[in-house]
């Protein structure tokens, strides 16, 4: 167990010339609902690079490590991608615990990291060879802030998972509030694993609050919205970007209807108008990823996507040195992915706007793009 | 009168999930009751419950009664396995080793489950319609009711069993004393091998019953196994009435604490006042205390 595993090594015939590129994700592990989209994602991409031809005539070699959701492991798998594998440039960790126990040694060693993780610490202050592609929590925050305010709402309650995610997404809460002149008149928590919310729901109900907003990734705010329901609470509930997939609406159920929160385009693909930049990629992303691993492409599996296709059009731009690959990643200007459109520069390696996130309700059973 | 609506609503979920605690919890005793053994394994029996009714209505269009039937009495199988395979054994383990064994049994079993059904979590539709009950003030899903209603059942058919069946009494005359039952003419293995497929059977029916309101995956046995065995320890080891009231307690504090105090203090301000219980009573509430060790 305390050895990562070596998961997968693409490309049938590994050749003196081919570039290697490292990925660190948690592809076991309690955030393996991460990891394991974005390994399937990032191997899918790199295979279909190599069968076009490869990035200018070199094919593309990718050596997974598994970190279980550890910064010691992640920490020790991306030392061993460095010294032992000696790759150009780093995709990964999945979660920004793991990405900030690998920066020093990145850093270090100068090479390029392409983190999955969403944390604002990541690239806040920018680090030389550090680079994101998860939208930040606070884009979500701001999002769903503007809804409110167009809607004159200004008093709400908070209700946040109590762990990394959760604790987040109450800060940049906090932070943004005052912003948009609303003000937290509630703030609670729950537990990842609890199955019972109605009593921090319950003492919402003597509040002035006239929205919920609760952050926290599956099962728990299922549980929330079920339990919303049952106590009749009838003040609008807002989620997060961590429960915007279709598994949400399944196991919440009736009690997922009209809740609004801001996603990735991946979940709402097909309704975006022609003209967006991403979307001629969103669906040849997730009818790829339906075809090869017959589950549905989610916006995880998409930082991934990001990540490889980011470091391809680097290497193109600029050449397979791990310093070439940087300053082209550097340089990187309107690049339509998966997470949204990027354009990193020297100050920003985060690279998105709000423009990364749409609101979506729930409708019917389905997703809808709220206008 | 806001806050009665808001007491009320409180004791009604504590109650709730307080009787899933006791269940649970009752699963351990009736296994320590028999062998001496606390089984860790308890939560995965509780988990095999929720996700093989899960799986079997994925697999066959059948009515979820059956379904229900069915994952019972597969985990009532797998529950006499680990007896046979992993506890039968060894001949004359002393208690700690047995539990370790039960310990490595429970993450084989998790394991196993993540494997097969991967790490999704997985609803289960309601027994009977989603559609809150108004009480009084409070609001409560018909599906508490079924798990009241079950876990007053149940505690009527352990009474009947265990004082009323010839098998019941020699269960607990192995308990009592396994050495001078086994003179008696008890045959000592089949009631441990009893013992394990009756807590199998009622961990899967606490998961099943469990499962429309929360939900199950392949790791809710940690959370589930360790709330069971706080209800058993409270109530004192070996007495089942005594794990339903530790559970009922356990959920009360919780629900308590979460709405009173703070949600993030809640699981803090229910262990406090399990060290304090047990300060009190090192025995637990109903447990016999140690006179009997001698």
Same mark, same amino acid.
């Given at each position: 167990?305390?050895?990562? *595993? ?17 990925? !660190? ?34 094919? !593309? ?57 969403? =944390? ?14 998860? &939208? ?11 809804? !409110? ?63 919920? *907003? ?15 329901? &049952? ?54 992303? *997730? ?31 600029? =050449? ?52 | ?21 006791? $269940? ?6 009736? /296994? ?35 379904? /229900? ?34 310990? #490595?049994?429970?993450? $084989? ?58 098998? #019941? ?33 009622? #961990? ?20 589930? #196994? ?50 304090? /219980? ?6 637990? $509430? ?9």
């Amino acid at each position: 167990m305390t050895v990562a *595993i070596i998961l997968a090594i693409s490309a049938p015939a590994i050749g003196a010339e081919d570039v290697k590129l490292g990925a !660190l994700f948690s592809v076991t592990g309690p955030p393996s609902f991460l990891g394991e989209p974005e390994r399937n994602t990032a191997q899918m991409m790199v295979e279909k690079i190599n069968k076009a031809g490869g990035v200018k005539g070199k094919k !593309l070699e990718l050596i997974v490590y598994d970190t279980q959701g550890d910064p010691t492991k992640a920490n020790q798998a991306a030392d061993r991608l460095i010294k032992e594998d000696k790759v150009v440039a780093i995709m990964g960790p999945s979660t920004t615990g793991e990405t900030m126990a690998v920066i020093p040694l990145v850093e270090k060693a100068k090479i390029p990291l392409i983190s999955c993780a969403a =944390g604002i610490k990541i690239t806040e202050p920018v680090k030389k060879w550090v680079f994101k592609t998860a &939208q930040n929590d606070s884009l979500a925050v701001e999002k769903i802030f503007k809804h !409110l305010k167009e809607k004159g709402v200004n008093k709400i309650a908070v209700l946040t998972v109590s762990d990394g995610f959760g604790a987040s997404g109450r800060e940049q809460l906090k932070l943004h509030a005052p912003k948009y002149g609303i003000e937290i008149v509630s703030d609670d928590t729950f537990g990842p694993k609890d199955t019972d919310m109605t009593p921090q729901l319950t003492k919402l109900r003597g509040s002035p609050a006239q929205a919920i *907003i609760c952050w926290g990734t599956n099962p728990g705010p299922a549980v929330v919205a079920r339990n919303v329901k &049952q106590l009749n609470l009838n003040i609008p509930l807002y989620m997060s970007h961590g429960v915007s997939s279709k598994k949400f609406i399944e196991l919440a159920g009736p009690a997922a209807e009209g809740i609004i929160l801001p996603s990735g385009k991946v979940l709402v693909a097909d309704l975006l108008p022609q003209k967006d930049p991403q979307k001629k990629h969103l669906l040849s992303f *997730i009818s790829e990823y339906k075809a090869r691993y017959k589950t549905e492409g989610d916006h995880f599996g998409g930082h991934a996507w990001d990540a490889v296709m980011l470091i391809k059009n680097a290497m193109e731009k600029a =050449g397979f040195t791990p310093v070439a690959i940087r300053d082209g990643l550097e340089q990187t200007k309107n690049f339509s992915g998966i997470g949204g459109v990027f354009s990193f520069s020297p100050e920003d390696h985060a690279g998105l706007t709000a423009e990364a996130f749409v609101l979506v309700q729930v409708k019917n059973g389905r997703w809808s793009l709220v206008k | 009168m806001e806050w009665i609506a808001q007491i009320s609503q409180y004791l009604l979920s504590g109650l709730a999930n307080g009787s899933i605690y006791g $269940l649970i919890g009752f699963g351990f005793t009736i /296994i320590y009751n028999a062998t001496g053994i606390i089984n860790f394994a308890q939560g995965e029996f509780v988990m095999l419950g929720g996700m093989l009714t899960v799986f079997l209505l994925q697999l066959f269009p059948l009515p979820l009664v059956l379904c /229900i039937g069915m994952a019972i009495g597969t985990t009532l199988i797998i529950g006499i396995l680990f007896e046979r395979l992993a506890i039968h054994p060894l001949k004359n383990a002393s208690p700690i080793t047995m539990v370790i064994i039960t310990i #490595g049994a429970s993450i $084989l079993m998790r394991g196993l489950a993540m494997i097969l059904w991967g790490k999704d979590t997985h609803p289960l539709p309601p027994f009977s319609g989603d559609e809150a009950l108004a009480l009084g003030k409070a609001t409560i899903m018909p599906q508490h009711l079924w798990i009241l209603g079950l876990t007053v059942l149940i505690l009527i058919l352990n009474r009947l069993f265990f004082h009323h069946t010839i098998y #019941g009494k020699a269960m607990r005359a192995c308990s009592v004393n396994p050495r001078a039952a086994s003179l008696a003419g008890i045959n000592v293995k089949t009631m441990v091998l009893l013992s394990f497929a009756i807590s199998a059977a009622l #961990g899967a029916l606490a998961g099943i019953i469990i499962a429309p309101l929360t939900m199950t995956s392949y790791d809710v046995g940690i959370m589930l #196994g360790l709330k069971g065995f706080c209800a058993a320890i409270i109530g004192g080891m070996g007495s089942g009435m005594g794990a339903l009231l530790g559970g009922i307690i356990l959920g009360l504090l919780e629900s308590l604490g979460a709405g009173l105090v703070s949600a993030g203090y809640k699981d803090a301000i229910a262990f406090v006042v399990l060290l304090v /219980i047990l300060f009190l009573r090192p025995g637990g $509430l109903m447990g016999k205390g140690e006179m009997e060790r001698v």
